[in-house]
């Protein structure tokens, strides 16, 4: 069945940058759009962007640009997010999850929880 | 980007209760719109895509509909166990947004 599996949480320092994975198994890795999601309490769910790991296609949403960067291994079936220049609005939970073709994200990792704080 | 307004933000229901929630896209997203239950220090859960479409082993209880700009989710008859916060996502187009949730109690 389709799992994601992701890190464990951060503690980070402002300024500083942080690389969370999302383990993949059970499905053909290459071939589905990982959705990055981000959390914070008040703040509701907000979209980061997506990665389609075969191809190396990726897409930000602007706000996360420069921010957030995405990368894939096939060879581990692991995708990553990676947040730099951390501040206190990146404390928050992080999400990887999947369609299971189109509409709506079906499968989601267990959330990654991120620190920022001096 | 393309704001969808959710309401209420609260309820607070007795079980039993016919539970509705409402999401207004700012412009047309078609029926691509998904709804997602997430409990207390759990991942946010698919119940319902396209709009309408319930997903693969979610009770009956729980359904959507709408088209365009206007979407509601309704729970018909509201359990103990359907605690949880509420959300609308639109999936028509980059970037993806999600309305501001619904908190479910049950007095």
Redesign the interface.
Same mark, same amino acid.
């Given at each position: 069945q389709v799992q994601l599996q992701q890190s464990g949480a951060e503690l980070m320092k402002p300024g500083a940058s942080v690389k969370i994975s999302c383990k993949a198994t059970g499905y053909t890795f290459s071939n589905y759009w990982i959705?990055w999601v981000k959390q914070r309490p008040g703040h509701?769910?907000? !979209?980061i %962007?997506e990665i389609l790991p075969g191809d190396i296609i990726t #897409?930000y #949403?602007?706000?996360f640009k420069g921010k957030a960067t995405f990368t894939a291994d096939t060879s581990s079936n692991t995708a990553y997010m990676q947040l730099s220049s951390l501040t206190s609005e990146d404390s928050a939970v992080y999400?990887c $999850?999947r369609?299971v073709i189109? %509409? %709506?994200? $079906?499968y !989601?990792?267990?959330?990654t929880l991120v620190t920022v704080s001096a | 980007s393309i704001v969808m307004t959710q309401t209420p933000k609260f309820l607070l229901v007795s079980a039993g209760d016919r539970v509705t929630i409402t999401c207004k896209a700012s412009q047309s997203v078609s029926n691509d719109v998904a709804w997602y239950q997430q409990k207390p220090g759990q991942s946010p859960k698919l119940l319902i895509y396209f709009a309408s479409n319930r997903y693969t082993g979610v009770p009956d209880r729980f359904t959507g509909s709408g088209y365009g700009t206007d979407f509601t989710f309704t729970i018909s008859t509201v359990q103990a166990e359907d605690l949880a916060v509420y959300f609308c996502q639109q999936d028509y187009t980059s970037p993806r947004t999600f309305g501001g949730g619904t908190k479910l109690e049950i007095k």
């Open positions: 959705e509701g769910l907000e !979209w %962007g #897409n #949403n602007e706000k999400y $999850a369609r189109k %509409g %709506g994200f $079906a !989601w990792g267990q959330g | -």
